[in-house]
C-alpha cells in the first residue's frame, strides 16, 4: 500500500499570496504568528504578506529568532512566543529554516508532551495536528510547504534530527514567484540544486512508486531546463523552479530520500554549510555510488537532464552521463566541486556515524556501510 499527503489547498502563480486574506477569513482564523528569518523582515520581503494582513485589519505577532540551521532553543522560545501571542494560526514566511521552525512550533504547541523537542526525532506519535500553517516559500528547493518533514539542529551534539510527522504539513501553501525575486545568486543556486537532490533521490528511493515516480521526473526535466536561467535572475525560470520545487516535494515527503540528504545533514549540524551546497557537492559523487542498485532509472534521469541519445546507451554510458550531466549543472551555477573547503580529516568518524544513522539513510537504493560512507567523503576531499 502507497500514501500519499498534501496540502488541503496550495495557490501557484504570480500573485499566490494574494489569497492570504481570503483563506484566513474562510478559516475564520483570528491572528497570525508569523515566522520569518530576519533577513527577510530587513529586506522587506515579508512586508508582501504582512502589508495584506493590515490592510484587511489582522492582528498578527512575529517572531524571527530563526537561524539557517534552526536550533532546539529557536523552537523552544518560539513555542513560548507563541503561546504567548494568543494567536490561532502560523504564517510561515521562509525558506526550510523558517517553515520547519514552524512546523515544531506548531506541533509542540497543539502536541504538548513533546515539548523537548528532541522527542519528535523520527517518526513522532504525536495525536494531534499541528497548529494550522500557511507556508509562504521565498526560496525554491525545500518544498518545505509540501512536506511532512522538518529538520532541527542540536547544537550541543552537533548534529541534525529529522522529524516526519503528517501532522505537522501546512494547510495551504502560497507559492508565489514574486516572494523568491530577490534571492541572490548563490543561493538560488543552492536552493535550486537541493531541490534537484530530491528529485533524483526521490526517484531511486527504496520506496519509489509510479506516482511519485511522475513527480520526480518532471521535476528533474523541469529544474535542468530552468535552473541556469534562475541563477542568472531570469523572471521566468524563477517562476519555473518555483513550480519544479514544489512537484518534486510532492513526490519526496511521500517515499523518502536517501544518502546524499544523510550526509547533508551532518555537514550542517557539524560545520553550518547551507543545505543546499552540501547537498550539491555530495550528489554527483553518491549517484556514482548508487548507480549499481538502480536499474534503468538513471537512463531516465540522464533523458530528463536534456541528455540526447540515451536510447541507445549501454547501461555504462547512460549511468555515466547522468551522473556527469548532475555535475555539469552544478558547475555550471557556481557550486565548488569538493568539500576540501568544509570538512575536517579528524571529524570523519563522527561525520560517518551521524550520516549512517540519520533518518534519510535507510531510503538509500544501494546498502552502504559507515566505511563506504568514510570513502565516499574522503573521495571528495
Not at 18 to 32: C, G, I, L, N
Not at 129 to 139: L, R
Not at 218 to 243: F, H, T, Y
Not at 342 to 364: M, R, T, W
Amino acid at each position: 500500500m502507497n500514501r500519499i499527503i498534501l496540502n488541503q489547498t496550495s495557490y501557484h502563480g504570480e500573485g499566490a499570496v494574494s489569497a492570504v486574506v481570503e483563506e484566513v477569513h474562510s478559516r475564520h482564523f483570528r491572528k497570525a504568528f508569523v515566522c520569518a528569518d530576519p533577513d527577510l523582515i530587513r529586506f522587506g520581503v515579508t512586508k508582501h504578506v504582512t502589508d495584506l494582513l493590515d490592510k484587511d485589519g489582522l492582528p498578527y505577532e512575529v517572531y524571527s529568532k530563526i537561524k539557517a540551521n534552526p536550533t532546539i532553543q529557536n523552537v523552544t522560545e518560539g513555542v513560548e512566543a507563541f503561546k504567548a501571542s494568543k494567536a490561532d494560526f502560523i504564517i510561515a514566511i521562509g525558506g526550510g529554516s523558517a517553515m520547519d521552525t514552524a512546523k515544531a512550533i506548531g506541533i509542540i504547541a497543539a502536541n504538548p508532551e513533546f515539548a523537548d523537542v528532541v522527542s519528535l526525532e523520527g517518526v513522532a506519535p504525536t495525536k494531534n495536528p499541528c497548529v494550522p500553517i500557511f507556508a509562504v516559500p521565498t526560496t525554491a528547493g525545500t518544498a518545505a510547504e509540501v512536506t511532512i518533514n522538518y529538520v532541527i539542529t542540536d547544537v550541543e551534539k552537533s548534529r541534525k534530527f529529522v522529524c516526519v510527522d503528517p501532522h505537522d504539513i501546512p494547510v495551504v501553501a502560497f507559492v508565489d514567484p514574486v516572494m523568491m525575486m530577490s534571492m541572490p545568486k548563490g543561493l538560488t543556486a543552492a536552493t535550486g540544486m537541493d531541490a534537484l537532490t530530491h528529485a533524483i533521490e526521490g526517484y531511486i528511493t527504496k520506496a519509489a512508486w509510479e506516482m511519485t515516480d511522475m513527480f520526480h521526473l518532471k521535476a528533474i526535466e523541469i529544474i535542468s531546463k530552468n535552473l541556469r536561467a534562475s541563477v542568472s535572475g531570469d523572471p521566468e525560470g524563477r517562476k519555473q523552479m518555483a513550480l519544479a520545487q514544489y512537484i518534486a516535494g510532492m513526490g519526496f515527503s511521500n517515499v523518502g530520500l536517501g544518502l546524499v540528504h544523510s550526509m547533508a545533514h551532518t555537514l550542517g549540524a557539524k560545520y553550518d554549510t547551507p543545505h543546499g551546497v552540501a547537498n550539491a557537492i555530495l550528489l554527483p559523487t553518491v549517484m556514482e555510488w548508487n548507480a549499481p542498485a538502480t536499474g534503468e532509472k538513471y537512463r531516465d534521469i540522464a533523458k530528463a537532464m536534456g541528455v540526447e541519445g540515451t536510447e541507445k546507451m549501454s547501461q555504462e554510458e547512460y549511468r555515466k552521463a547522468a551522473c556527469q550531466a548532475v555535475a555539469k549543472l552544478a558547475k555550471d551555477v557556481g557550486i565548488p566541486s569538493d568539500l576540501k573547503a568544509i570538512v575536517k580529516e579528524e571529524d570523519l568518524d563522527f561525520l560517518c556515524q551521524s550520516a549512517y544513522v540519520d533518518a534519510c539513510f535507510p531510503g538509500n537504493p544501494r546498502e552502504t556501510t559507515v566505511e563506504d560512507i568514510r570513502a565516499l567523503f574522503l573521495k571528495l576531499l
